[in-house]
């Protein structure tokens, strides 16, 4: 120590493990103290400790905890910085301390993993061949889509944070298999108003019985049909009670005769649609 010599004065010789050759860029070398590494293998030994594979992490802590393991592994597997070089740059200090700080921020699935479980189990009663409940297809379609995002999540394993995990078990929670109406009252009051074709209304009435027929569709809930039928019945009262007299009727074939048109046309259009589903749930009991 605190001599330089020439590579060949130094070929053979024993170098002691706290010794580091230092090259001087001209093929010269000094012996010098090697920097103390004992603080950053203390901190790569207890980094190995806590990591537990079969536990779950954030992706950017754990990120971060590999990029500092992996760095200050680096360092410990050349050991080629002096006690001086140290001291100047504190490499190694800076390594342990980035080590330290990367702690590991562990989420947990089970919440997840048990509310995909019992929507699957909802989902095969609700699709099964004789399920005790029709539900709505639309619901149906939702709770299908929300098991296939939550299992392409897990099977991703990117957990961005404890909170977007606690948030798809909150979308389970609250998603709902919804009841799918009965068409069979609604069927007989389309019946009832086969004839409309036959009265003149106003263009007005007519109107409002015709934006009630377009909510109707084949996938209405208990709730949705109990509105429709409700605004279909105060339509049909309301046409039944002002008539217009033939001498009064509008002249313009727009106003009433299209109007007329368009609400007979979509009677037959709902008529054959309910028909339809009715047809098919009495297919589906026997």
């Known amino acids: 120590t605190g001599g330089t010599y020439p590579s060949d004065a130094i070929q053979n010789a024993e170098i002691p493990q706290d010794k580091l050759l230092?090259?001087?860029?001209?093929?010269?070398?000094?012996?010098?103290?090697?920097a103390d590494y004992s603080q950053l293998q203390a901190a790569?030994?207890?980094?190995?400790?806590?990591?537990?594979?079969?536990?779950?992490y954030t992706k950017a802590s754990e990120d971060t905890f590999n990029a500092a393991l992996t760095a200050a592994k680096a360092l410990l597997a050349d050991q080629n910085i002096s006690a001086d070089a140290e001291a100047n740059d504190g490499t190694i200090a800076a390594a342990t301390t980035n080590?330290?700080?990367?702690?590991?921020?562990?989420?947990?699935?089970?919440?997840?993993?048990?509310?995909?479980?019992?929507?699957?189990?909802?989902y095969a009663e609700a699709t099964s061949e004789d399920p005790e409940v029709v539900y709505?297809?639309?619901?149906?379609?939702?709770?299908?889509?929300?098991?296939?995002r939550v299992e392409d999540y897990l099977e991703e394993a990117v957990y961005e944070s404890q909170d977007e995990i606690d948030a798809l078990v909150d979308e389970f929670n609250e998603v709902e298999l919804?009841?799918?109406?009965?068409?069979?009252?609604?069927?007989?009051?389309?019946?009832?108003?086969?004839?409309?074709?036959?009265?003149?209304y106003t263009k007005e009435l007519l109107a409002a019985l015709y934006t009630v027929l377009q909510t109707i569709h084949g996938d209405l809930s208990v709730e949705?049909?109990?509105?429709?039928?409700?605004?279909?019945?105060?339509a049909i009262a309301n046409?039944?009670?002002?008539?217009v007299e033939p001498e009064q009727r509008p002249v313009n074939p727009d106003t009433l005769d299209n109007a007329m048109s368009y609400v007979v046309m979509m009677i037959m259009a709902v008529v054959a649609m309910v028909i339809g589903v009715v047809a098919r749930k009495e297919a589906n009991e026997r």
Do not use: C, F, H, W
Not at 178 to 200: F, N, R, V
Not at 239 to 243: A, I, R, S
């Open 224 to 234: 949705e049909m109990r509105v429709v039928m409700a605004n279909l019945e105060d």
């Open 178 to 200: 919804i009841e799918k109406a009965d068409y069979t009252d609604l069927e007989e009051l389309l019946d009832g108003i086969g004839e409309i074709d036959e009265k003149a």
């Open 99 to 122: 080590l330290q700080n990367a702690l590991l921020v562990e989420v947990t699935l089970d919440d997840l993993e048990a509310a995909l479980n019992t929507a699957k189990t909802m």
């Open 22 to 34: 230092v090259e001087d860029g001209e093929g010269n070398y000094t012996i010098e103290d090697k």
């Open 44 to 56: 790569v030994t207890a980094a190995e400790s806590n990591y537990d594979a079969n536990k779950k």
């Open 239 to 243: 046409l039944k009670l002002v008539p």
């Open 136 to 148: 709505t297809e639309r619901s149906i379609k939702t709770l299908e889509d929300l098991i296939s």
